[in-house]
């Protein structure tokens, strides 16, 4: 069977060595086929990606030094992508054929946008919908109508889902505007079902709606719900894999990223648009319950808020 050397050293099986790269435990593998060398990449995160195919190279010019280090041999890179050893005792030249780099996610012709893309989506639809809630429910309250609504024989439940039914329908109209934006007008590649990207974003838009209005029990003006805002969502910039690989987080942070919406509805649409998984792949499922979760909670916590705020 052919034989795989994953980039951080281990050697195993071709197929051993393709199951490491998707579950995530390796950037890449190596492999020969007859005399081509070939290596595959990760290639979801292209800032990672980047430099693996001249990694590898070094690497291979440094083993085939070392391993001719008592001959007098030495090695060096070519322009063209390949190494040339030159053994001296010897007297003779070998030039080891070019490194053919493959991706196992993306393509040549993928953007930085279109990795970035599915947390960009994420990221600006959480944003507005979260402001809009939480202003539009908090003019409810100063302007009396909560109020009122509360002298009728609704329970404060019923209320707050009616509230959260009526502003998750233009979240998820809007959410709608932003992916048509993305795929048809900025041309974006992605890999997964359109139906499935949406199904992601509207878990976590109703979300993002129920944290609005729990985030607007506590206000008592716009000013003070404008001021939640950065509260609110700067963690989720920094710690939820928008700006900084969630992997390359300090251990200490990553606790606080593990309790972001963001992190995952990022890592979801990240599998749906460049991996290409379904809605019923684990991790996608993972992650649409943890944000069902989390709406969940939000919304139990506005009613709660409600609850205090009348009594």
């Known amino acids: 069977m052919t034989r795989v050397t994953a980039v951080h050293g281990h050697v195993a ?47 291979l010019v440094e083993a085939v030094s070392a391993l001719g280090a008592g001959g007098g041999d030495s090695c060096s890179a070519t322009g ?68 009122r609504l509360m002298a009728t024989p609704l329970r404060r439940g019923e209320l707050v889902v009616g509230y959260l039914a009526g502003f998750s329908i233009f979240a998820l109209l809007q959410a709608v505007v932003i992916i048509a934006f993305t795929v048809f007008v900025l041309k974006v590649h992605y890999t997964g079902n359109l139906a499935t990207i949406f199904i992601v974003e509207a878990v976590m838009v109703i979300g993002a709606v129920s944290l609005g209005l729990l985030v607007s029990a506590a206000a008592r003006n716009e000013l003070q719900a404008v001021q939640f805002v950065p509260i609110v969502l ?69 009613i709660a808020s409600i609850r205090r705020e009348v009594a």
């Open 80 to 147: 063209a992508g390949g190494f040339q050893c030159v053994g001296v005792a010897l007297g003779m030249s070998v030039t080891a054929p070019n490194i053919q780099i493959e991706r196992l996610y993306g393509s040549d012709d993928y953007t930085l946008l279109d990795y970035l893309a599915p947390v960009l989506i994420a990221f600006f639809a959480f944003f507005f919908i979260f402001l809009l809630s939480a202003v539009s429910f908090l003019r409810e309250r100063t302007s009396g109508t909560l109020e």
């Open 13 to 59: 099986t071709f197929d051993e060595g393709m199951a490491a790269l998707r579950d995530g435990s390796a950037d890449a593998v190596v492999w020969f086929q007859g005399s081509a060398l070939h290596v595959t990449i990760e290639g979801s995160d292209p800032l990672r990606s980047g430099s693996i195919g001249g990694a590898v190279q070094k690497a």
């Open 234 to 302: 700067l963690p989720q910039v920094f710690l939820s894999g928008l700006l900084i690989p969630v992997q390359q987080l300090p251990d200490y942070l990553r606790p606080i990223s593990a309790v972001l919406p963001l992190t995952y509805a990022n890592e979801a649409l990240k599998a749906v648009m460049i991996k290409g998984a379904a809605i019923s792949d684990t991790l996608v499922l993972r992650d649409l319950g943890v944000l069902v979760l989390f709406g969940a909670i939000v919304a139990a916590g506005a």
